[in-house]
């Protein structure tokens, strides 16, 4: 049993416990002044009682969001980090044993953050990268081929980033313009 089911239950049983001790009160007294006492105590008690269980569940709606928040910002510098490294990768001329391991341990970093769409991504990124990066020699038509991947592994990203409500056909134009971007040069615009 959870420790907020435990508390749920304590919080009831003291109130009605309670609430069941001042009714008794209430029936066995004469008095007027302390019959509206008693019912301004009870009111108190189911004031306090309910004002507790919604600060209770207010307090773990702001920690479950303020972790959804770091969680977010983390899942953010992992894919920029990626995103940047194979930036440098398809500016390189030459790539190193070392640079092909850290394609490796990306895996990693990502099995951390990612969800199931990246993870898919980056290895559909790699399969199909494969040939680029083999030769460790990366030239015009293979620096292109690396941007037009890496704009469908950014794309899962941002799907990722912002959550499932987009729209399939916002998502087709946004992997069209990220493709066009990366496959154009600059003077060609």
Excluded: C, W
């Amino acid at each position: 049993m959870g420790s907020s089911v435990r508390y749920y239950l304590l919080n009831l049983a003291i109130f009605v416990s309670g609430y069941l001790f001042l009714r008794y009160g209430y029936e066995q007294l004469q008095s007027d002044f302390l019959k509206e006492f008693i019912l301004i105590v009870l009111g108190t008690l189911a004031t306090v009682a309910i004002t507790a269980l919604l600060l209770n569940k207010q307090t773990e709606l702001e920690l479950s969001k303020e972790q959804q928040a770091k969680y977010l910002d983390l899942k953010s510098e992992v894919y920029k980090d990626i995103i940047h490294t194979l930036e440098s990768y398809s500016t390189k001329a030459d790539l190193s044993t070392q640079d092909l391991k850290h394609l490796e341990f990306i895996t990693h970093k990502l099995a951390i953050v990612a969800s199931l769409p990246v993870l898919k991504a980056y290895n559909d990124f790699l399969r199909n990268v494969a040939s680029v990066f083999a030769d460790r020699n990366i030239d015009a038509p293979e620096a292109d081929k690396l941007s037009s991947e890496l704009a469908k592994l950014t794309v899962a990203m941002r799907r990722d980033l912002l959550g499932n409500g987009q729209h399939d056909s916002t998502t087709a134009d946004i992997l069209f313009y990220i493709d066009d971007n990366s496959r154009r040069s600059i003077q060609n615009f």
